[in-house]
């Protein structure tokens, strides 16, 4: 075997990897209890629903949104039934592919009203009519109930509006399901089901895809699409062309567009600017789906790295980390103490830059928790650790391999 050779596996040694299993250890505990103790930390609560991303979406990322063309978004503020239904058969009358809506009818009212827009709602092709799916485990996943407007107003073609999130209401929404299943019968997700009668070759890769759960790649707010208000709708010499063969999108978007966003139907996304103790959400519900119908139309997903891979990587980068330290600390400790906390500041920095990279140039997201927290935890742990091995070894004798690792010379 050559010199070189034999300088590399050297550091491949049984202490250094049980130091960085019990590093790992340690930090999944912390994780655990930090998790169980959130609700009874108001500091910890407020940063609890923080991701990394944000900060690129938030604070790092272009202010000037790019103009989806393909989606037309639709306001209907407060008009009553008769005015929506106004609404609708204007828009149909400059053909939309396809149009969605955002919103419930919980009741049967006024007859003559509920008979002229239950006529625009089932006027072929059907509009694409909003569900939502509820139950008291609905985070997990378990649904007691689906939700829809009166059976009257049934068009026969129901999606599903529910966003990704803890609690939706306060909760960023970073994520929707592509498809959810109900009593055996399954329901897309609103932005899905109308991309799959706008563009089937788009809708096909979604659902290759195969995943139970996709992170939203957000174009941007109301300004990223095409958008009208509603008075405009309504007005007879306002021109609509611009919707022909268009997917609309309509919903809820505040009484106007003039008026500042009131607390209806909105939520927390990544684009908030105020990224922890924020007090107020930022973006309506219709603009959410419109930025996941833009998302599967241009095909730009972010893929997630597996959680096993993150962890083989986080734990051989953890590895090399203590064998740097535990070197450098050997020989010169005074050294190693003046410069670990600008170490410790600029690896994490890098991480993070790294991963800021990945994400927006690559649509790839990696968790940084497995990486930064054992680099924060190390010293801490390592001096925790030199003592406990010291007392225990004062009772019982314990193999070599379970001391603090010492750099060879």
């Known amino acids: 075997m050559k010199p070189q050779e034999l300088n590399i596996f050297r550091w491949l040694r049984p202490d250094f990897l049980v130091v960085t299993t019990l590093l790992f250890t340690v930090v999944a505990l912390i994780g655990l209890v930090s998790f169980n103790l959130t609700l009874f930390d108001p500091i910890e609560k407020a940063l609890a629903d923080f991701n990394f991303s944000d900060l690129l979406y938030s604070k790092l990322s272009s202010k000037q949104e790019l103009l989806d063309t393909n989606i037309v978004l639709v306001n209907i503020g407060h008009l009553d039934r008769e005015q929506i239904a106004r609404q609708i058969k204007r828009i149909r009358s400059y053909h939309p592919k396809v149009i969605g809506f955002d919103g419930f009818f919980a009741v049967k009212r006024d007859p003559a009203v509920d008979s002229a827009l239950l006529v625009q709602l089932k006027d072929p092709p059907g509009i694409v009519m909003a569900c939502y799916l509820t139950g008291k485990d609905a985070v997990e996943g378990v649904y007691d109930s689906l939700e829809t407007s009166a059976v009257y107003f049934n068009s026969g073609n129901k999606a599903l509006v529910n966003l990704g999130g803890a609690n939706p209401e306060t909760s960023t929404v970073r994520f929707f399901s592509p498809v959810l299943s109900f009593k055996n019968k399954k329901f897309y997700a609103m932005a899905a089901n109308l991309v799959s009668k706008y563009d089937r070759a788009a809708f096909k890769q979604l659902v290759e895809r195969g995943n139970e759960r996709e992170i939203i790649h957000y174009s941007g707010n109301r300004n990223a699409f095409i958008s009208i208000d509603a008075t ?23 009484e106007s567009f003039g008026q500042p966003k009131d607390l209806e139907d909105i939520f927390y996304t990544p684009l908030n600017p105020e990224l922890a103790g924020r007090s107020r959400p930022d973006m309506y519900g219709v603009v959410i789906h419109a930025n996941v119908a833009s998302m599967i139309l241009s095909g730009n997903y972010i893929n997630v790295m597996p959680h096993w891979l993150q962890i083989v990587l986080s734990f051989i980068f953890c590895y090399f980390y203590v064998l740097f330290f535990t070197w450098l600390s050997s020989r010169n400790p005074a050294l190693f103490d003046l410069l670990f906390p600008a170490i410790l500041l600029t690896i994490n920095v890098l991480l993070v830059y790294t991963f800021f990279i990945l994400y927006k140039s690559c649509s790839y997201s990696i968790s940084a928790t497995y990486f930064l927290v054992p680099v924060v935890l190390y010293k801490t742990f390592l001096t ?26």
Do not use: C, H, Q, T
């Open 384 to 409: 925790w650790y030199e003592r406990a091995i010291v007392i225990i070894s004062k009772k019982i004798k314990l193999p070599k391999l379970l001391f603090p690792p010492k750099a060879k010379s």
């Open 232 to 254: 405009e709708v309504l007005d007879s010499s306002a021109d609509l062309g611009i919707i022909r063969n268009k997917i609309v999108l309509m919903g809820y978007m505040g």
